[in-house]
């Protein structure tokens, strides 16, 4: 099976360093590749609100999770601070893809990339949604 390889945007249009905690490295003494998924999901939370919005108001609608792939390039330890690089791509009638990079903020070693699809969708209606021409227009 081949392996994950995640192709990433030319630029990034957010940016946030998140530290790493004790919680976040596994018994091996590096960042626990569970974890990484956490600090994208925080990562992703700050990206909406610099847009001003939260993941369950989008004008109006929330967002849900539809897939993610990642690609662990090196190790992360307690004490590093992760740069996470975030930005929308990919945009399909009813979803997208957020594409990040996580790096060391301190030396610029890259740790992960990524990419986590997400549909819109309308929990009032208990249905999927389409992409909100105000977010999408952000990226165009």
Same mark, same amino acid.
């Given at each position: 099976? !081949? =392996?994950?390889?995640?192709?990433? /945007? /030319?630029?990034?249009?957010?940016?946030?360093?998140? !530290?790493?905690?004790?919680?976040?490295?596994?018994?091996?003494?590096?960042?626990?590749?569970?974890?990484?998924?956490?600090?994208?999901?925080?990562? =992703?939370? =700050?990206?909406?609100?610099?847009? @001003?919005?939260?993941?369950?108001?989008?004008?109006?609608?929330?967002?849900?999770?539809?897939?993610?792939?990642?690609?662990?390039?090196?190790?992360?330890?307690? @004490?590093?601070?992760?740069?996470?690089?975030?930005?929308?791509?990919?945009?399909?009638?009813? @979803?997208?893809?957020?594409?990040?990079?996580?790096?060391?903020?301190?030396?610029?070693?890259?740790?992960?990339?990524?990419?986590?699809?997400?549909?819109?969708?309308?929990?009032?209606?208990?249905?999927?949604?389409?992409? /909100?021409? !105000?977010?999408?227009? =952000?990226?165009?």
């Amino acid at each position: 099976m !081949p =392996r994950v390889k995640i192709d990433l /945007p /030319p630029t990034f249009s957010f940016v946030t360093d998140i !530290p790493l905690y004790s919680s976040h490295i596994n018994a091996s003494g590096h960042l626990d590749n569970a974890q990484l998924f956490f600090l994208v999901s925080e990562a =992703r939370e =700050r990206f909406l609100l610099d847009l @001003g919005y939260t993941s369950t108001n989008i004008e109006g609608l929330s967002i849900i999770l539809a897939d993610a792939a990642v690609q662990y390039i090196t190790e992360a330890f307690y @004490g590093e601070v992760m740069r996470v690089a975030m930005t929308a791509t990919d945009f399909n009638k009813r @979803g997208c893809d957020f594409v990040y990079q996580v790096t060391d903020a301190a030396t610029g070693r890259e740790v992960a990339r990524g990419k986590s699809g997400v549909v819109f969708f309308d929990y009032t209606a208990r249905k999927v949604g389409e992409v /909100p021409p !105000p977010f999408k227009a =952000r990226f165009d």
